[in-house]
């Protein structure tokens, strides 16, 4: 087969957040290889950007500079689009921004990912009748990887020289996606990077292979109480006898929680704060063995580069997709029937009592952990270790 001279180029939309950008490489992977010769963009926030660098099946990221998120500015990015070539779009956004895109660049070939975003409002508002009535959402990297294969069948075949139509490359289409059937979502790093991030954990003492700790979030009611993750830190730092790196960002919200770590952790030259930028974190998360986070970007990012995770859900629910991709992780959640209360979580419990939260103790996730030493023990014992470092 022969490539079809009508398409050379298409281009992933997604605006934010971190977790869902991180979750697109999926979706570029899938089209680099069952079309190794398209040229692959992604159009995302420029504080998003970092993250899609060096990304060996992204040939190019187009960003949204600040303050220009109006019309003028999605003006500007369809105009570069076209002096690019690209006139295919796979909109995995579905947000008025992304649609006013699509129409300003009146792509050829357009594809929009099914969000499922109503069976997720109605899993809040009446739990019983989404889960008799609405087939289950996929996980959000598959559903980003059904788009991709969907732009792939519509407007990404090859032809012949017979003129004859087919599959886009050698890997089959799937009707049924599974994750580990699936391109992961992945965050690649430069070894200078890499170099960086062994040299500060080195000055830092943080020993390779070290649990780290993650305890912010957007939203306050997705943070497992900073109470517990204090009496965390104490214990990882007593059974492990090494400091606790701890990541946050620089939001009022996470130094307030910073804080309340100074003042709750008993000893508290046992951890120490990460604050880094996005690639700079990523480079310090692949270091570890695990990390304990909330659910946030830091756990999608975490994953990303190879390392397992501990997350804890609270008024959001794996039902809803946005689960950490690939095998290995432990989710941990209460099951309550007032779960889920919101989609995005909010500022608050709705019936004041926290209990997706508070009813899963720092024992609960020293389990966990133990669990994860535990498998990793054994698949490295059998040399089929999944650890991508």
């Known amino acids: 087969p022969v490539q079809s001279p009508d398409v050379t180029g298409v281009a992933l939309v997604r605006f934010g957040s971190l977790g869902d950008v991180i979750l697109t490489t999926a979706a570029a992977t899938r089209l680099k290889r069952r079309r190794p010769d398209l040229l692959v963009t992604v159009v995302t926030r420029h504080t998003m950007a970092p993250v899609l660098f060096r990304h060996p099946d992204v040939d190019r990221v187009l960003v949204l500079p600040p303050g220009s998120g109006g019309l003028a500015g999605l003006a500007a990015l369809a105009r570069q689009l076209r002096r690019d070539g690209v006139r295919d779009l796979i909109d995995l956004h579905g947000n008025l921004r992304s649609r006013v895109l699509t129409w300003l660049l009146m792509p050829r070939g357009h594809v929009r990912y099914e969000g499922r975003g109503m069976a997720r409002r109605l899993l809040v508002r009446a739990p019983a009748i989404a889960r008799s009535l609405c087939s289950p959402v996929r996980p959000v990297a598959l559903a980003y990887v059904a788009a991709a294969d969907e732009w792939l069948d519509r407007f990404g075949r090859v032809s012949d020289a017979a003129g004859r139509t087919g599959p886009a490359a050698h890997e089959p289409a799937v009707s049924r996606f599974d994750l580990e059937e699936s391109p992961l979502p992945s965050v690649h790093l430069a070894p200078a990077e890499v170099g960086w991030a062994i040299s500060e954990m080195e000055r830092l003492e943080i020993p390779p292979g070290a649990i780290g700790v993650a305890p912010g979030a957007r939203h306050a009611t997705k943070r497992w109480p900073i109470v517990y993750y204090a009496e965390l830190i104490d214990r990882l730092a007593l059974r492990k006898r090494y400091v606790v790196p701890v990541f946050l960002s620089s939001s009022p919200e996470d130094l307030e929680l910073e ?55 609270g008024p959001t629910v794996l039902e809803f997709g946005f689960e950490p991709a690939g095998p290995g992780h432990q989710i941990l959640e209460r099951p309550l029937d007032c779960r889920p209360c919101s989609v995005h979580g909010g500022p608050v419990c709705p019936r004041g009592h926290f209990r997706c939260m508070k009813e899963t103790s720092p024992e609960d996730v020293l389990a966990a952990l133990d669990g994860l030493d535990r498998r990793r023990d054994l698949a490295v014992d059998g040399g089929r270790s999944d650890i991508n470092r």
């Open 259 to 313: 804080t309340e770590l100074r003042r709750l952790v008993r000893r508290p030259e046992s951890m120490r704060i990460v604050r880094q930028p996005l690639r700079r974190a990523a480079a310090m998360l692949g270091r570890l063995s695990s990390l304990v986070t909330n659910d946030s970007g830091l756990m999608h990012l975490a994953a990303a580069v190879g390392t397992r995770v501990v997350a804890l859900f």
